[in-house]
């Protein structure tokens, strides 16, 4: 008993030290809402909040000793709560059917697809016999064929003949699941379309919309005047316009590990809200009169926060430049407070606001990788604070340069790899010479171009950024070009970022050796965990459409083309960077295109697929064999296999076949996902929503 009597007394008196895990115990009920296999009902969600409430009593009122764990505990049943009333307040119809006939909307965002098509989300839609209520606040439909017949614009009200689907689950156990990213984004519906998008409204305004109406005027300027790639790069890191880059330009920046140069985030407004510190408290330095009688620093502080509001609405409220915003905030109140700008504990309030506001974003790889590398840049610099005295003065800006690249760098490669499958070997060396060229030219030339803009004098100031802009996606694509540049990596196992991330924290930020020890132990046990991840056998996709199975080259595929994204995603979660068509030639199936037939472990896997599958099921469903059917079945099952088809998929998911010494273990993605809001059929979450 007097060991934990102890350990209480010390959390005590650490008490004021502690501000740091508090966004952590909040991550820690919100991550626990996320991996519940059931949606909780309202008297659970009621019981957690008496919970929180009742400890809040306690860290309050209660005994010295009981006051750290108390307030721990509270903040996980807040984060539950805060998790699920979040998830129930953004509920919007979601479409229950496929769709193709007239689609109206407004134009509220324009951005590019997968296959890198021009891509509208509209609200206020209407769709032919589809009632108000079933009807989604927002859908989002690829621009395909023959376009150009309007000028799109913001808040412009258009119509066009279309394809919408309700979001789709993950396209495989345990992957990324689009269903409640969408949930979460209020999208009801995606979609394409081959028929051109017409105006029927003219665009109205709306403070929102007059945002997004200057982003996309300064986004055309931008390009106009800083020709090609350059200029969309540009436009995209200044304006968050990311319509103007193709494919190939996204590729070498994920290649070099540039890409977040175009996620308008903490690096952007860092810089943004750093230049315009820098420049007012320097040039206010310059006017005497002014400078002995104003306190420069606080009046340069609020400057830049007027600045970094402004570029908060410029940008668009997305959830990166939020969070970037917040971050920033933070720490210019802190100087206005006279407090320190840039501690762990401004970091662990910028989180709180950010968790709080949108509990979502802990599972987003944005929100993890800015606050990871914020933490791992101020837990490094308190040695380089200690050292830097032995360095000498010409290098140290080199040498801090170099030591904040490799802290970030550290702490966000495993983040990436977790999400994206891939490591840019050669990322450390691509940011030592692309981020002084962003804080050097590109972000003060953008700065001093918006300045003078209104007087018709921007264009020195573009010209140099335009400089700045193709010298970093010439120097991606040297970096992207380089021998082994991308190392792929299989996803990782259920949990084991979690675990990671838990690991890093307490290894950075905790306070005792055992702590720290026992952080870096568990970082050393999720990456064991994921270095024996086990990927599946055989995968299925959701309509039937590709089955791919794992040989000794790799994932072999039934189609060299067709569902792209499925396929995609299927061979980086393998950590393989062959493209489908690869892919496709590889030995796995055998037959001829439409009937392939492959082996799993034993099990016969048939994929039968184009014009007379359905003939042709009868005959293959035999010796126990598995069938998969791009078409729906019609009639009874046959016997002699196990036949999927689309009907039957779009009740399980995408399937999964594992192979192991106890046999073969089929897993459907819509039982891993569990039963939330965000994957139950329209009719089930209409009589669940009664029910409560």
Known sequence: MRPVLAGLEALGAARGRLMPWAPVFLSLGIGLYFALGVEPAAAAIAAAAALAVALALAAWRGSGLLRVPATGLGLVALGLVLAALRAHLVAAPVLPFRYYGPIEGRIVDIDRSFSDELRLTLDRVVLEDVAPDRTPGRVRIALHGEQGFTDLAPGLTVILSGHLSPPDGPVEPGGFDFQRLAWFSGLGGVGYTRSPVLALLPPEGGLSLFAFRLRMRLSEAMQSAIPGQAGAFASAMMTGDRAGMNQATNDVLRASNLSHLISISGLHMGLLVGFIFATCRYGLALLPPLALRLNTKKLAALVALMAAAFYLMLAGPNVATRRAFIMAAVMLVAVLADRRAISLRSVAIAALIVLVLEPESLVEPGFQMSFGATVALIVSFQPWQRVQAHVPKLLRPA????????????????????????????????????????????????????????????????????????????????????????????????????????????????????????????????????????????????????????????????????AGFVAKSWLEDDGDLAAQDQAFTRPGFEGARGDLTADVAGLTLRHLFGKGAAERAGAACRDGALVVLSVEWEGPRPGGCTLVDPLSLKKTGALAIYAGPDGLRIVSARVAAGDRLWNRPPERRARVAALQ
Not at 406 to 422: S, V
Not at 503 to 526: H, K, N, S, V
């Open 399 to 562: 040498a801090m340069m170099v030591l904040s690249s490799l802290a970030a760098g550290t702490a966000t490669a495993p983040i990436a790899a977790a999400h994206f499958n891939r490591i840019a070997e050669y990322g450390l060396l691509a940011n030592l010479l692309a981020v002084p060229l962003m804080g050097v030219i590109v972000m003060p030339a953008g700065v001093i171009a918006a300045v003078l803009a209104p007087f018709g004098l921007a264009f020195p100031a573009l010209w140099a950024m335009g400089i700045g802009t193709d010298l970093i996606l010439r120097l991606a694509a040297w970096v992207a070009g380089m021998k082994g540049a991308v190392v792929a990596v299989p996803a990782p196992p259920e949990g084991a970022l979690a675990l990671l991330a838990l690991g890093g924290i307490a290894a950075l930020i905790g306070r005792g050796l055992w702590l720290r020890g026992a952080g870096t132990a568990a970082a050393a046990l999720a990456l064991l965990l994921w270095a024996g991840t086990e990927r599946p056998a055989a995968l299925v996709s959701s309509d039937g459409g590709l089955a791919g199975v794992m040989a000794e080259a790799g994932r072999a595929l039934s189609k060299p083309k067709g």
